[in-house]
T-cell receptor
Framework: DAKTTQPPSMDCAEGRAANLPCNHS???????VYWYRQIHSQGPQYIIH???NNETNEMASLIITEDRKSSTLILPHATLRDTAVYYC???????????FGAGTRLTVKP | GAGVSQSPSNKVTEKGKDVELRCDPI?????LYWYRQRLGQGLEFLIY????????KSGLPSDRFSAERTGESVSTLTIQRTQQEDSAVYLC????????????FGPGTRLTVL
């Protein structure tokens, strides 16, 4: 699976949009982009995933560039409870493990 | 069921002892996964089950680690002759079937080997 690169940490003001970037320049055509987050002392939580089209659900939006080499997770109105480590993962549909990197530690500040 | 559950939530053991960690997946989920997370690090894949079959055991760190699953239900991860480097949070996840992206994680078992 392709490797991903994320900034180690980011801050965001409460109520503002949090935009978390991820680079995956070696992504191949059959690989999806997944985002999970892990709030302190809890198991990871699925957020969203996509292949090439932008996706939106009740938690977030996923914007994937046309060349698929990078993506951005958008939390439209961050709250203090969104403080967590956010993991961007690239994997093929038939791969059965999630290769979590170090992720981005997002801190939402009042 | 409501979600993936794991027991115990915390386990403290002495070096050299064997431990068993249990995972109850979401009812109806055929795929089950075990991960290890050392303090301050990302998740390390250990093993997955499709039903009660484990096609890929390559992630198990040593032959002291083993896992089994009963049908499409409970799984047990066993660590024999524990070492201090085994100290970590062990996370279990399940999904409707192998290959789908959305894995539902349990709260983990925090293992401390003294």
């Amino acid at each position: 699976d392709a490797k991903t690169t994320q900034p180690p940490s980011m801050d965001c003001a409460e109520g503002r949009a949090a935009n978390l970037p991820c680079n995956h320049s070696t992504i191949s055509g059959n690989e999806y982009v997944y985002w999970y987050r892990q709030i302190h002392s809890q198991g990871p939580q699925y957020i969203i995933h996509g292949l090439k089209n932008n996706e939106t659900n009740e938690m977030a939006s996923l914007i994937i560039t046309e060349d698929r080499k990078s993506s951005t997770l958008i939390l439209p109105h961050a709250t203090l409870r969104d403080t967590a480590v956010y993991y961007c993962i690239v994997r093929s549909y038939n791969n059965n493990d999630m290769r979590f990197g170090a992720g981005t530690r997002l801190t939402v500040k009042p | 069921g409501a979600g993936v559950s794991q027991s115990p939530s915390n386990k403290v053991t002495e070096k050299g002892k064997d431990v068993e960690l249990r995972c109850d997946p979401i009812s109806g989920h055929t795929a089950l996964y075990w991960y290890r997370q050392r303090l301050g690090q990302g998740l390390e894949f250990l093993i997955y089950f499709q039903g009660n079959s484990a096609p890929d055991k390559s992630g198990l760190p040593s032959d002291r680690f083993s896992a089994e699953r009963t049908g499409e239900s409970v799984s047990t991860l066993t660590i024999q002759r524990t070492q201090q480097e085994d100290s970590a949070v062990y996370l279990c996840a399940s999904s409707k079937q192998v290959g789908t992206g959305e894995q539902f994680f349990g709260p983990g078992t925090r293992l401390t080997v003294l």
